[in-house]
């Protein structure tokens, strides 16, 4: 499974951002999705997950306003991040496992097999 994000960049404080990854080298239509930043200094940290059946989840760093979606047939995962702030400056991660997603996505990057190169969010 191979994992490619885009859509990084720099933005002001209160602007909006959106990120996707595209997934290929396996059906992923079954797969837990999700988004994990990683600041300078900090641990990784998940922010979105996605089941296949559409149920997402997310962390209360995010919630409200960023919005995970998945298109199963194209395998494509994108993040909408809106009123950003600049605590959210991060490497955002695209990640996925077979499994369905755990109930919490603070923790959930050790849950995640595969994982994308990262694409860098800078907010100020």
């Known amino acids: 499974v191979q994992l490619v994000e885009s859509g990084g960049g720099s933005v002001q404080h209160g602007g909006s951002l959106v990120l996707a990854c595209v997934g290929s080298?396996?059906?992923?239509?079954?797969?837990?999705m999700g988004w994990v930043r990683e600041a300078p200094g900090k641990a990784r940290e998940g922010i979105a997950t996605i089941d296949s059946d559409g149920r997402a989840r997310y962390s209360e760093s995010v919630k409200g306003r960023f919005s995970v979606s998945r298109d199963a047939v194209k395998n494509i995962l994108h993040l909408q991040m809106n009123s950003l702030r600049i605590e959210d400056t991060a490497m955002y991660y695209c990640?996925?496992?077979?499994?369905?997603?755990?109930?919490?996505?603070?923790?959930?990057?050790?849950?995640?097999?595969?994982w994308g190169q990262g694409t860098q969010v800078t907010v100020s």
């Open positions: 080298g396996d059906d992923q239509r079954m797969y837990c």
């Open positions: 990640a996925a496992t077979p499994f369905v997603c755990p109930t919490s996505v603070r923790g959930v990057a050790s849950d995640f097999g595969y």
